[in-house]
């Protein structure tokens, strides 16, 4: 065979150093966004400014803020805040905390990260899974109603640990852990949460004064038929007024989506109103409970107050553990996803450090978990903000609640939060999302559907946990069981493709082509010595119907981006089977650090180097070549 007839061939003499090539993977697994090209080619004035900048992200927008801007950071923040307030005190209510504590949370966080935040959309504050997931953890070990001070450490506890987690995170560029927490996941998660958070509404809409801890479908719904001589009628008639005017102004958003702002300021309409129908018929004593003595001014300082003592750690750990991946998945998820509308990007890293550093602020000043929530965000979106000076604008409008308005909202009836809680989940319900799983990925839709049942029958850790479980073992079972495929060549073109997706595709009786496309691994090369054995028996069975023999099994492996020496040594026994058969190993378009493991491995010198080749093309035209001459040979013999 002629090397003229192939001009261009594999590179197999270049070698990359074990320290440049560790380099770049280490760069590439924790610096994929490249995040140092910006200081290239600067003075040492320009890289100090620009570090500080990539920092503090403020002092670049800051530097170029102008009052056009800030008419619509303005408009958006006292929107976002008319939203904040209400969910604010639902929310802590969710989480059988003081109704202060909702508003203390809305105020501290968003200051920081107005400071150290990369998107210009999200809005800050707490979220209702976050809330639940929490109270569900902790209620284990305190009783809310038992031990009120303690149980509420405990939730500042947990947040400081949520930021230390999320700060670490982000410092340490470890934010491809939140990716374990599929869309599939989070969809199913959030599904199931809400369906649990709106019959444990039931509570507010019915005034029980009883009502179970759990959080299973089960316990709840037991709980509400068990203390039914606890109904009352005035407070299920009010809550089902406020529940039909809430989602009367969702649908008028939906079909004007100008009249965005209508949708924003209903729940602080409900709580005004309900307050003043309260407070006007004494609502307490006719069946209509309400929140109770809300004290004025700002958070008080709660850093003696967070607890280290061994009863108490490992259940505020894990309570943040669990709530910051769950609060770093939903924020950076949500975050993206709006940066994406306005053409922007956001760093995921600088996120969780920004997420991180509020949480750990927060939990010194009486906050507990905080993050993006969906639809905080989408209002501040649509508000048309510029900048993160509408969480500023926001902060703003909750100081002077604390400082003045604080004990007007103590007459908001206990069903109005029911309310407003009931129709901000119907939100999280994504229909749409779990019917198009279902139709494109089955696999998919029972990561998603384990979740979702996981926590309404169980709990939230098991839901959780089950599908974040079915999610890894997926992921295993692609690294262990790689697809493999066989080709054949596209009439009339220089492609070729798997045959079972091209039918039409013919094939060469004599030569086997065969595709890996994915890292050869210790897990995974067993599976590949035996599927490529049955491909090569099956195609011998085939052709030796014709009297043909199989004389080549030419391997596609620009597929293979890593191999081990596992995988390696799997090739070699490919090698020794096929040579048994009296069949020639051929491989292709092997990459870089593939190649030069099968070079330092000496598996090159053991099929020939001029076996290697650029394309399956040049493959074919080698083998081709290598039977005439053959032929020719034996003719002359």
């Not at 709990?459 to 959780?464: F, K, R, S």
Request: hydrophobic fraction near 45%.
């Amino acid at each position: 065979m002629e090397t003229e007839e192939f001009p261009t061939k594999v590179n197999l003499s270049t070698r990359r150093r074990f320290a440049a090539s560790f380099g770049s993977h280490l760069k590439e697994t924790f610096f994929p966004d490249d995040p140092f090209r910006q200081f290239r080619d600067l003075p040492a004035c320009g890289k100090a400014w620009t570090a500080l900048k990539y920092f503090v992200p403020a002092l670049g927008w800051a530097s170029n803020y102008t009052f056009a801007k800030f008419r619509y950071d303005l408009l958006a923040g006292i929107t976002i805040a008319s939203l904040a307030i209400p969910q604010g005190i639902s929310y802590a209510r969710l989480a059988n905390l003081p109704p202060i504590i909702g508003l203390y949370s809305s105020f501290v966080p968003p200051l920081i990260y107005a400071i150290l935040g990369s998107s210009n959309n999200l809005a800050v504050g707490t979220v209702a899974a976050g809330s639940l997931l929490l109270a569900s953890i902790i209620s284990v070990e305190v009783s809310p109603s038992g031990n009120p001070q303690l149980y509420s450490q405990l939730f500042y506890t947990a947040a400081f640990f949520t930021g230390i987690l999320q700060t670490a995170l982000g410092f340490l560029r470890l934010g491809m852990l939140v990716d374990f927490l599929s869309r599939s996941t989070i969809t199913g998660f959030m599904g199931g949460t809400a369906i649990i958070i709106i019959l444990q509404q039931l509570k507010g809409m019915l005034g029980l004064k009883h009502f179970t801890t759990k959080t299973d479908l089960v316990s709840v719904m037991h709980s509400v038929f068990k203390y039914r001589d606890e109904w009352k009628w005035e407070s299920a008639v009010l809550g089902i007024c406020f529940l039909c005017f809430l989602l009367v102004s969702r649908h008028l958003k939906t079909k004007v989506p100008k009249l965005f702002w209508v949708s924003a300021i209903a729940p602080l309409l409900v709580v005004v109103l309900g307050g003043i129908f309260a407070f006007l018929v004494h609502g307490d004593d006719h069946g209509i409970p309400t929140v109770g003595s809300l004290k004025k001014g700002l958070n008080p300082i709660s850093i003696s107050d967070l607890k280290f003592q061994s009863q108490y750690l490992s259940t505020a750990i894990k309570a943040g553990l669990l709530s910051g991946f769950l609060a770093l998945a939903e924020g950076i998820a949500v975050g993206r996803s709006l940066a994406l509308l306005k053409n922007e990007q956001i760093d995921g890293n600088k996120e969780m450090i920004a997420f991180g550093m509020m949480n750990i602020v927060g939990s010194f000043f009486s906050c507990y978990l905080t993050t993006g929530p969906f639809s905080k965000s989408a209002v501040n979106f649509h508000a048309g903000c510029k900048t993160p000076m509408s969480n500023v604008v926001m902060s703003v409008c909750i100081m002077l609640v604390l400082l003045f308005l604080a004990p007007l909202f103590e007459h908001t009836p206990l069903v109005a939060l029911s309310a407003i809680i009931i129709v901000a989940m119907i939100g999280l319900i994504e229909y749409e999302e779990i019917h198009h799983l279902f139709k494109v990925d089955k696999f998919d839709f029972c990561i998603c559907m384990a979740a979702f049942l996981g926590v309404a029958l169980f709990n939230m850790v098991a839901g959780l946990a089950s599908s974040v479980g079915l999610s890894i073992l997926r992921a295993l079972l692609y690294v262990a069981r790689p697809n493999t495929c066989k080709l054949g060549n596209i009439t009339g073109t220089a492609m070729y493709r798997d045959i079972e997706q091209y039918p039409s595709s013919s094939s060469f009786p004599d030569i086997l082509i065969l595709q890996l496309g994915s890292p050869i691994y210790f897990a995974n090369a067993g599976y590949l010595r035996e599927r490529i054995s049955r491909w090569v028996e099956d195609e011998e069975s085939i052709i030796k119907k014709d009297g043909e023999d199989l004389l080549y099994v030419i391997l596609d492996i620009g597929g293979v981006t890593s191999i081990d020496n596992t995988g390696i040594g799997m090739l070699k026994e490919i090698h020794r089977i096929l040579s048994r058969r009296k069949i020639k190993m051929v491989i292709t378009n092997p990459r870089l650090e593939v190649a030069t493991k099968l070079v330092s491995s000496n598996f090159i010198d053991l099929i020939g180097e001029n076996w290697v080749f650029l394309s399956v093309k040049d493959a074919i035209t080698a083998c081709r070549y290598a039977l005439q001459e053959s032929g020719e040979k034996g003719e002359e013999a």
